[in-house]
C-alpha cells in the first residue's frame, strides 16, 4: 500500500474539501487508519441496514417466519428511524432464531461483489490500518488485487493478534463487528457490543489504543449509521485525548448541531462534501491524498 504514484486531482473545488495539513502529515509518516463505513459498499451494490431490515421483514411476515401483519408494519415503522434499526435487528433475530437469522447475513453479504474504484484507490494510501464495520470482503479483494496476496485481517474475537500487529506496525484490516466468514464475530446488536466489551479487556485495549495514537478517516460514513454511533458510543471515553481524527460527510445529512457534536464527543472534524448522485466526491477527495 505504500507505492509512490502521482496522479491528478479530479474534484470539484466548490464540493469537495481540501485535504488538512495535519490529516496529510499523518498519512505520510504511516500514523493514520482509515475507517470503512457502509456507504462504500453500498457503492459496491450491498444493502445498508435499513434495505436489509426492510427486507427481512417482508421476508418474515410472507415466509411464516414468526411476523404476522401487525409485527410487519410496527417494525417497518420502526426501522425508519436511525435510533431503533438496531432494536429491529435484536428483534428479527429473536424472533427467527440466531442461527437462521445470521443464514439470513451471510446470503446478502457473501454475494460476489466487486470493490469500487474507491476501495481501489485507498490501496494506494499508505494508511497504517484499515478499520470497517462491514461484515462484507470488499477491502480484502482490493488489497489483493494490489497486493496479490491477501491482507491480514481479524476480529473481535482475536486480541492479541491486534495487540501484535499494532506493536509490529503492520497494516492489517480490523472487522469491528465480524467477518461473513465467520459467524461467531457478527456484532448485530448494543447487547453483542456490551458483551464483546465487557468480556474482552483486550479488545477494548486495543481499540482505544488505535483510537488514540491513530489519526483516524471516516469514509463512507452517516451520522445516522447504527454501527458507527455503537463503536463511537464504546469508544467515547477514547475520544479524549489529543488525537485529532477527520470525517468526510455529507453536507445534507450532517447538521451545524451533529458537527458540533462529533467535534466534541468524538474529536472527529467534519469536512463536508456537496453530494452528487453516487457520491462521486468520495472518490475525488480519496485521490487528493497523499500517496507518500
Known amino acids: ?83 431503533k434499526v438496531l432494536l429491529v435487528a435484536e428483534e428479527l433475530r429473536e424472533r427467527f432464531g440466531r442461527s437462521h437469522f445470521e443464514d439470513q447475513l451471510v446470503e446478502v453479504f457473501k454475494k460476489d461483489r466487486q470493490p469500487t474504484a474507491v476501495h481501489r484507490q485507498l490501496m494506494e494510501i499508505p494508511f497504517s490500518l484499515a478499520i470497517t464495520t462491514n461484515y462484507d470482503l ?51 446488536t448494543e447487547r453483542d457490543y456490551r458483551e464483546i466489551i465487557h468480556r474482552s479487556h483486550g479488545y477494548r485495549s486495543a481499540l482505544a489504543s488505535i483510537f488514540t495514537t491513530k489519526t483516524v478517516l471516516f469514509l463512507g460514513v452517516s451520522f445516522s449509521d447504527p454501527e458507527l454511533r455503537l463503536l463511537l458510543g464504546y469508544l467515547h471515553d477514547a475520544f479524549h485525548g489529543g488525537t485529532l481524527h477527520y470525517a468526510l460527510a455529507p453536507r445534507t445529512e450532517f447538521t451545524g448541531s451533529v458537527i458540533n457534536r462529533w467535534r466534541k464527543d468524538f474529536r472527529v472534524e467534519c469536512l463536508l462534501y456537496t453530494p452528487s448522485k453516487g457520491h462521486p466526491e468520495v472518490g475525488s477527495f480519496v485521490s487528493s491524498l497523499p500517496t507518500r
Open 138 to 188: 470488499l477491502l480484502e479483494k482490493a488489497y489483493l488485487a494490489k497486493v496479490k496476496d491477501l491482507p491480514p485481517a481479524f476480529t473481535n474475537l482475536q486480541p492479541p493478534e491486534i495487540a501484535e500487529a499494532l506493536w509490529r506496525n503492520d497494516f492489517f484490516i480490523l472487522k469491528a463487528h465480524g467477518d461473513v466468514n465467520n459467524r461467531a464475530s457478527f456484532v448485530l
Open 1 to 83: 500500500m505504500r507505492k509512490q504514484k502521482s496522479r491528478k486531482v479530479n474534484a470539484k473545488a466548490s464540493s469537495v474539501p481540501t485535504v488538512p495539513p495535519e490529516l496529510q502529515e499523518a498519512i505520510r509518516t504511516g500514523k493514520c487508519a482509515v475507517f470503512v463505513g457502509a456507504g462504500l459498499s453500498v457503492g459496491a451494490g450491498y444493502p445498508n441496514w435499513t434495505t436489509l431490515l426492510i427486507d427481512l421483514i417482508s421476508k418474515g411476515r410472507s415466509r411464516g417466519w414468526n411476523v404476522n401483519a401487525a409485527d410487519e408494519r410496527e417494525l417497518k415503522k420502526l426501522v425508519s428511524q436511525p435510533d
